[in-house]
């Protein structure tokens, strides 16, 4: 099984809209969660960690599910520029290595 | 904040050469940096783990004699991929952590690689 598994997508989502993707991870003893923006041919950027309570960032929300062991990324007001693919990123605390989803693509339409 | 510089951004290599990628923390001290690949359309995949003053730890499949990586110092890592063939083509990134794993990777801009 794998550690961090993403739906690659992808989501076409008209502008204004609102979108969501969620990782699932299976180490349950897994204490960092990130959601990283990556744009084509690029490096990965953060773009927000994923706090126990949940956490915003504008229009971004990441959420943390202990219990069912999943992370998620709401996006509202969708943006062009949003076009991206998204990544989840978990550290299972097993010393520095994180590990990465495939990525969920997601276009924005005008 | 953190910054990771990679070089080179771009290179074009022909079949039996070697390529050396250097990964260099600009503002920070990194004793520990991480070496991905990554094949068009798929996930970043680690591939070792540089440790500064000491052997890199490779991950399952990755031949620790073609891909050389040396940490000899806080702030640089190298990554020499040896007799580089096309299948080695990829995106090579290096990354590093600030302040262990509270804040996530700061990754340099990666290195793409053409074996012709």
């Known amino acids: 099984r794998k550690e961090v598994e993403q739906d690659p997508g992808p989501f076409n989502v008209p502008e204004g809209a609102t979108v969501a993707f969620n990782c699932t991870y299976s180490?349950?003893?897994?204490?960092?969660f990130f959601w990283y923006r990556q744009d084509c041919r690029k490096e990965p950027k953060l773009l927000m960690s994923?706090?126990?309570s949940g956490n915003e960032d504008g229009r971004f929300t990441a959420q943390l599910n202990r219990a069912s062991q999943y992370i998620s990324l709401l996006i509202r007001d969708s943006k062009l520029s949003d076009s991206a693919t998204y990544l989840c990123?978990?550290?299972?605390?097993?010393?520095?290595?994180?590990?990465f989803g495939t990525g969920t693509s997601l276009t924005v339409i005008p | 904040g953190a910054v990771v510089s990679q070089h080179p951004s771009r290179v074009i290599c022909k079949s039996g050469t070697s390529v050396k990628i250097e990964c260099r923390s600009l503002?920070?001290?990194?004793?520990?940096m991480f070496w991905y690949r990554q094949f068009p359309k798929q996930s970043l995949m680690l591939m070792a783990t540089s440790n500064e003053g000491s052997k890199a730890t490779y991950e399952q499949g990755v031949e620790k004699d073609k891909f050389l990586i040396n940490h000899a110092s806080l702030t640089l890592s190298t990554l020499t991929v040896t007799s580089a063939h096309p299948e080695d083509s990829s995106f090579y990134i290096c990354s590093a952590s600030r302040a262990g794993g509270a804040r996530g990777y700061t990754f340099g801009s990666g290195t793409r690689l053409t074996v012709v």
């Open positions: 180490n349950s003893a897994s204490q960092s």
């Open positions: 503002d920070f001290q990194a004793t520990t």
């Open positions: 994923v706090y126990s």
């Open positions: 990123v978990v550290n299972p605390n097993t010393g520095n290595q994180f590990y």
